[in-house]
């Protein structure tokens, strides 16, 4: 009976142990690896040319969370972050565009900041232990075509 109660006493410590974590993982997506078991994302790119902004990339990520995802975290957010090779150039929160399940944002980076610049997609929950989540990126220039 001793045996019992130690057993019991160990596995709810350790069931409240790891409750007390907030845990967070990051995920890099990329044409061939494009979402887990959560979320899938397609992105679309379109080349354009404007006589006064010159050349740039319109970006139009879709997430959709998959039939695995039945818990989906309260908070979610987006932002896109430009880089010109190390140097930080510019970053901003993204808005998803229209209803419905999948959340999709447009954003427009030039042509010549591609390279590094990033996109990145989590959701969020507070914990008292901490902001535990899942967050998703990719640097823009995994899924241009090269001209």
Do not use: I
Request: aromatic fraction near 12%.
């Amino acid at each position: 009976m001793r045996s019992f109660h130690t057993a019991l006493v160990l596995v709810c410590a350790s069931v409240v142990a790891d409750q007390a974590r907030a845990e967070r993982t990051s995920t890099r997506l990329t044409p061939g690896k494009s979402g887990d078991h959560l979320w899938s994302f397609t992105v679309k790119v379109e080349r354009l040319r404007e006589a006064e902004a010159g050349e740039f990339l319109e970006f139009r990520v879709t997430a959709t969370p998959t039939a695995a995802n039945t818990h989906p975290l309260p908070r979610r957010s987006a932002a896109s972050e430009v880089f010109h090779g190390k140097e930080f150039v510019s970053s901003c929160g993204v808005q998803p565009a229209g209803p419905g399940g999948e959340l999709t944002f447009s954003f427009r980076v030039a042509a010549k900041y591609v390279a590094k610049s990033r996109f990145m997609f989590g959701e969020s929950v507070e914990h008292p232990a901490g902001v535990a989540g899942r967050y998703y990126w990719f640097h823009l220039g995994d899924f241009v075509e090269r001209k």
